[in-house]
């Protein structure tokens, strides 16, 4: 019994051993095939330079030359506002008016203390000529007589001071009325009959019919390759037929927060009526920008919040990131200015699922 029992313990022992030879062959099976780099199919393009000497366009928007928001110059309740969106608008004419009759009651307030004024001034005036005739025939003292002068000063001071009041009344009732300082069109009304304004608070908006700009969004990196004053064709873009040129007037002095662009605004010379507020526009400018690369939209990428394309080293068949600078997109592709040059091998599918080092097979018809 006692041999059959230390069998029975050898037995187990070379199971045990057997097992753990059977794991420990798969695990480093297992450690290989995960070593094992993972190979990703890509396709690709070889980076070509081409003149970069062309016309350029851009998409933006017709906006009046020169817009003005109207503000009452006092508080109070508006009771009209005859004026709407789209309405012309001529110098001088009504936009808006205020309640008057506050201002109706300090005017007549002020002209009665005119009116006082000037009988104090006339009462004084009097007594200071009696005492000047007799201060000359030496029937009065020249204290009674200064008395009489400093008297008529006095009521002449708060006849000045009363006249600008009345004038100060006659300005406020006025500012009652809120009118337009020169022709053009209302583009926004801020506030409606009824309701309590501010001094300052803007009333109407109006586009003033003195110019129209074109305003584009305009990368920096395209920006650089202008040249001094170009020439900018304008067109309609939903009738081509309709253009006309301008020059760049004004150029945002900082990029927008989100695009990271700069605000061009574009003085079109002698603009077609058809070419309103509002409509959308075609900007043509020939740059200069020296030789440029294009390569499939689908081929850019991010990197540190800057443009990249990851290119292939043919030698390794491994991939990096380059960060590149962008001259101007188009719906299908990338005119790339810095970054690429002419034999460069650029991915164009697959860089969603690439990192560093990886390698790649390139697909057929890639390169």
């Not at 817009?67 to 109070?76: C, D, L, T, V």
């Not at 030789?291 to 292939?312: D, G, Q």
């Not at 005119?335 to 002419?342: A, D, T």
Request: glycine share 8%; charged share 20%.
């Amino acid at each position: 019994m006692a041999a059959a029992r230390r069998c029975d313990r050898r037995m187990g022992v070379a199971t045990v051993l057997a097992f753990a030879a059977s794991v420990a062959l798969a695990g480093c099976s297992r450690e290989e095939q995960s070593a094992a780099p993972q190979v990703r199919p890509v396709r690709t393009i070889v980076a070509e330079s081409r003149a970069g000497g062309q016309g350029v366009s851009l998409t933006g928007h017709i906006e009046a030359k020169n817009e003005a928001s109207y503000a009452f110059r006092i508080g109070g309740r508006i009771v009209d506002r005859p004026v709407n969106v789209g309405d012309s608008v001529a110098p001088g004419q009504v936009l808006a008016r205020l309640d008057p009759q506050n201002e109706q009651n300090a005017l007549r307030s002020a002209q009665a203390a005119v009116n006082a004024a000037q009988s104090q001034v006339s009462l004084t005036r009097n007594a200071y000529d009696r005492q000047r005739q007799l201060l000359e025939r030496g029937f009065t003292p020249r204290s009674q007589y200064e008395q009489a002068e400093q008297a008529y000063k006095a009521a002449q001071s708060a006849l000045d001071d009363a006249s600008a009041q009345l004038k100060i009344a006659q300005d406020r009732l006025d500012f009652t009325e809120l009118k337009a300082d020169a022709a053009g069109t209302v583009t926004a009304r801020r506030a409606e009959p009824g309701e309590v304004v501010q001094a300052g608070q803007p009333i109407v908006q109006v586009a003033r019919q003195d110019g129209r700009d074109a305003v584009f969004d305009v990368p920096a990196q395209l920006l650089r390759t202008l040249p001094a004053d170009p020439e900018v064709t304008v067109t309609l873009t939903d009738a081509p037929a309709v253009r006309a040129v301008g020059h760049v007037r004004e150029v945002a002095p900082q990029a927008d927060p989100v695009t990271r662009t700069f605000a061009v605004r574009v003085g079109i010379v002698d603009p077609s009526p058809a070419m309103r507020l509002g409509s959308t526009v075609t900007g043509t400018v020939a740059t200069d920008s020296g030789p440029v690369i294009e390569i499939p939209a689908t081929a850019l990428t991010r990197v540190n919040n800057a443009p990249a394309v990851w290119l292939v080293d043919p030698a390794s068949e491994t991939v990096a990131l380059h960060t590149i600078e962008v001259l101007r997109f188009t719906p299908s592709s990338v005119v790339v200015y810095e970054g690429l040059k002419p034999g460069d091998i650029v991915v164009t599918a697959g860089v969603q699922a690439l990192h560093p080092g990886q390698k790649v097979r390139l697909l057929g018809g890639g390169q």
